[in-house]
């Protein structure tokens, strides 16, 4: 079974390339997308609708909304044993590995995902995918390198989030230095990369870099 991990460096929308491949593979599994993000208490279907709306121009229709953690833990997993994909949105990294990766989710979202359902990370929803979820210092409020859990959906590659945006080179150099065995990426706002079967096949958007051979070369 092919594996599809999808991940953007940035918050909303998905290109509009991937957003039409997310969408064909889900629509030929059947069943509904389920959507995870942290609570904030707020009104928060405008945001989601920029999620939306372009996979629906694709044909997917069926939403699930599962805001974390004011839905329950077993409430949650029941929704994404059903689904045909899973999005995960942005936000503070450390409450997403708090709320989806250190609990009971992380296995039902790794056993869907083994067997075709497609994954779309955003930001945080993107480190938290692999394993271990490495934090910029710009991105916890320590304001240190941080490493935490994954999900580890896929395990060869390493990614640094907003990189042009929050000028994160130093990052993506410290996680090449600790990690010089996996594929780095520093990966803008309005970009993404897909993985099939744990390998990058396609990058869509404005920037996408990598350390090799300790210069920093733009690969999109």
């Not at 953690?69 to 450390?94: C, D, H, Q, R, V």
């Not at 009971?104 to 930001?123: H, M, T, W, Y």
């Not at 935490?148 to 042009?164: E, K, N, W």
Request: aromatic share 10%; proline share 5%; charged share 25%.
């Amino acid at each position: 079974m092919d594996t599809h991990l999808f991940l953007f460096g940035g918050g909303l929308p998905f290109t509009d390339g991937f957003a039409s491949k997310f969408a064909k593979i889900s629509l030929t599994l059947g069943g509904p997308v389920s959507i995870l993000f942290i609570d904030r208490h707020t009104d928060y279907q405008d945001y989601l609708s920029l999620i939306t709306k372009p996979l629906q121009e694709n044909g997917l229709n069926h939403f699930l909304y599962l805001p974390l953690p004011t839905t329950t833990i077993e409430i949650a997993k029941e929704k994404i044993e059903k689904s045909a994909g899973i999005i995960i949105l942005g936000g503070n990294t450390n409450k997403y590995v708090d709320n989806i990766v250190e609990t009971s989710l992380a296995d039902p979202i790794r056993n869907r995902f083994r067997k075709g359902v497609p994954v779309a990370g955003f930001s945080a929803g993107a480190l938290i995918s692999l394993d271990p979820c490495i934090i910029s210092p710009k991105d916890n409020i320590e304001r240190v390198f941080q490493m935490r859990p994954g999900l580890g959906l896929v395990t060869d590659v390493q990614i640094a989030v907003h990189f042009s945006e929050w000028d994160d080179k130093d990052h993506l150099y410290e996680v090449g230095k600790r990690y010089p065995d996996k594929e780095n990426y520093g990966i803008d706002e309005n970009t993404g990369l897909y993985l099939k079967n744990g390998q990058v096949e396609r990058m869509e958007g404005k920037g996408v870099f990598r350390i090799i051979g300790g210069e920093l070369v733009k690969c999109l």
